[in-house]
């Protein structure tokens, strides 16, 4: 699958999306990794760009939810990207983990999953990017 990877537009860190570029190609991927401090619209264009078949969005800084919402939303807003699979995770509340209420809107917005930053949540994410792998003929 091409994935793409991006960091969140407040987030300057780059160690988690050195490591999930690397997880990733790993396991197979084609990875198209943006970096840090991405902004909505510069995910979206990189999206028309590169055409992936999902976005991966990481955030290590604790404002990865206020962040994802508004990227997932830009996203969402795109009539040819509405469509295209979004999985956020990291740290993304300054508190830890995210509550039901925050994962739950990210979900209303346009998520199709929320991780946390464990290694549970790696192996969600493996799950969930197997469910949508294409199959080629």
Sequence with gaps: ????????????HTWNL??????L????????????????????????QHV?????????????????LASVRALRAEPELAALPVAVGGKLGIAGRSGEAETARLREAGCDAVLADGADDLEALCSFLAARARVVV
């Design 25 to 48: 190609e790993e396991r197979g991927h084609d990875v198209v990794a943006l970096g840090p401090c991405v902004s909505p619209r510069l995910l979206t264009d990189a999206c028309r």
């Design 1 to 12: 699958m091409k994935i793409l990877l991006s960091g969140t537009a407040s987030d300057s």
């Design 52 to 68: 992936p078949d999902v976005v991966v969005l990481s955030s290590v800084n604790g404002h990865g939810y206020r962040d994802a």
């Design 18 to 23: 050195v490591y999930l570029a690397l997880f």
